[in-house]
């Protein structure tokens, strides 16, 4: 990790050097989005330094009164970016104020004035400002004022249509993961602190790591699932467990369980990544505790690693 600088919840910001900035929302990180950062974080190669300005929470969000669904939480973004080798994450605070600013204001007094940008990069769908009329046309009619360079990156085709976040949002809720994967540069993922659960996998001679899952995170079909699981110990191959348990209760939260294959490290508290490989089945409700375990075996099985090959 390269320890990028996060600035969060202010608008008093004040950037110190020349910056190449790319504006967005993010929602995936998908691979459309990771074309724009390999440039804005190569440009950081010439001397300035490279900035993801997002809003927080998102205008969508904020004008609904509730969280929207997502694919990648705030935590997750900020992970991925640190990964891609962004210098600086701005999430400006979206409020009913700062979404009165005009898109010429914004540009003029934050991105030319506060951020000092040089570069800046837009896809073709970008809105932002006062009733979102800010775009990338904009930016680019006034980088003479602002003596900054315009740069608006085309949407990114695969299977004849562009990449969108909406898009890979309907695929993620059809469970076809490979799909997504294929969208979004790398598998999707679910990301959290191991929590306890009620130690029936313990109980039963399969424990798992349990994570709960943010109601505005976007999930497949509640099921059974190929997994890999990302652990301070290192990187398993595993079998996830998308759903509420109904055999047991039906809990409020929707959670990830996870069996990790040849682990048997107490990981409680610790933060894990879970990326969803493959759906194999729906969430099935079991007459007993040991039908359920019959099940989970036959699960286990079917998801050992002489079988997952090509789930990569």
Known sequence: MQNMQIISGITDIQLNAPTVVALGKFDGVHVGHRLLINDIVSKAGEG????????????????????????????????????????????????????????????????????????????????????????????????????????????????????????????????????????????????????????????????????????????GPRGVYLSRTYTPDGIYDSISNVGVKPTVMEDELLCCESYLYDFDEDIYGACVEVELLRFVRPEMKFASVDELKAQMERDLEAGSPGQRLGVR
């Open 48 to 219: 300035y330094k490279s900035v993801i300005f997002t809003f927080y929470p998102s205008p969508e969000s904020l004008f609904a009164g509730k969280a929207l669904p997502e694919l990648t939480t705030i935590n997750e973004k900020r992970l991925i970016f640190d990964r891609l080798g962004v210098d600086i994450l701005i999430e400006f605070p979206m409020t009913h104020e700062t979404a009165a600013m005009s898109a010429e204001d914004f540009i003029r007094q934050y991105l030319v004035k506060r951020m000092h940008a040089r570069h800046i990069y837009a896809g073709t769908d970008l809105s932002f400002g006062y009733r979102g009329l800010g775009n990338a046309e904009l930016i680019e009619s006034l980088s003479p004022e602002g003596g900054y360079e315009c740069h608006v990156i085309d949407k990114v085709q695969i299977d004849g249509e562009p990449v969108s976040s909406t898009r890979i949002r309907d695929v993620v809720r059809n469970g076809d993961m490979e799909k997504a994967a294929e969208m979004l540069g790398e598998p999707y993922r679910l990301t959290g602190i191991v929590s306890h659960g009620r130690r029936l996998g313990h109980t039963i001679g399969m424990p798992t790591a349990n994570l709960i899952i943010p109601p505005d995170k976007v999930t």
